[in-house]
């Protein structure tokens, strides 16, 4: 490889412009300096000129290939649910999937969903993984009540969730990230997710209702906070990527 650069810079040296030897001439004349020391200066400037060169190439390979490595990086590394459920409607129309995320001692629930009626809407994960729209007690009754292993009054359920508020145009994008329950759960329990018709009031009731007596909410609330019928219904189920 050194052979070859000297007889490159052999051939520059007798090609080298008139004017650039002329330059290193005077320069040797002002100096007192033999051709030898000339010619070698002269080689010395053309090596570093070409190193120069070289070195910029060499700089520019390096940034596209970090930058392909990272774009790959970052590809393979997109995050995949551990569980996903896929809403279905009265109507059996699909209007949304929600996704399970485990993070750490957390699990975060992703919704998005097109195709509900506008407003506020209970939105819980139900003790039982079978949505029947056409079921003898109603739409979804089928799933159960809330899942609740822990025997918790509603707000407190295992099961219980943020409400869900639903845009004008029918859709909505839904994130929360919670506690009360695990990936391995919502995998072996054979769970569903449910969204009511009308908000949760998670049992806050004044005390200016009265049952039996009694300040405070009735049974029917405890339950499921008078969220009304039941719209859509998904079953969780542990996705392709976790299979693997």
């Avoid at 629930?109 to 007690?137: S, T």
């Avoid at 300040?215 to 996705?239: F, N, W």
Wanted: net charge negative.
């Amino acid at each position: 490889m050194n052979s070859l650069i000297f007889i490159a810079l052999h051939f520059i040296l007798l090609f080298t412009p008139d004017s650039i030897v002329g330059t290193f001439n005077k320069y040797r004349r002002e100096h007192n300096m033999s051709k030898f020391w000339t010619k070698l200066l002269l080689t010395i400037s053309v090596m570093m000129v070409l190193n120069g060169c070289a070195s910029g190439e060499k700089s520019d390979g390096e940034k596209t290939t970090n930058t392909g490595n990272k774009a790959e990086k970052s590809a393979s590394t997109e995050e995949q649910p551990q569980a996903k459920a896929e809403l279905k409607d009265v109507e059996n129309k699909t209007v949304g999937t929600v996704s399970f995320f485990a993070h750490d001692n957390h699990v975060q629930i992703v919704a998005n969903i097109d195709g509900l009626e506008p407003g506020h809407h209970g939105f819980h994960i139900h003790e039982k993984g079978i949505c029947e729209r056409d079921a003898k007690e109603g739409p979804f009754t089928t799933a159960g009540g809330h899942f609740n292993p822990d025997g918790k009054m509603h707000s407190e359920h295992a099961g219980d969730l943020p409400s869900l508020y639903v845009n004008e145009d029918g859709t909505a994008s839904y994130s929360a990230t919670f506690n009360r329950l695990t990936i391995d759960q919502l995998k072996r329990e054979k769970l569903a997710v449910i969204v009511h018709a009308n908000p949760d009031n998670f049992g806050n009731i004044p005390d200016r209702y009265q049952t039996e007596g009694k300040t405070g909410p009735d049974e029917a609330t405890m339950k499921a906070g008078d969220a009304g019928d039941r719209q859509a219904c998904g079953v969780i189920l542990s996705t392709a990527e976790d299979k693997k």
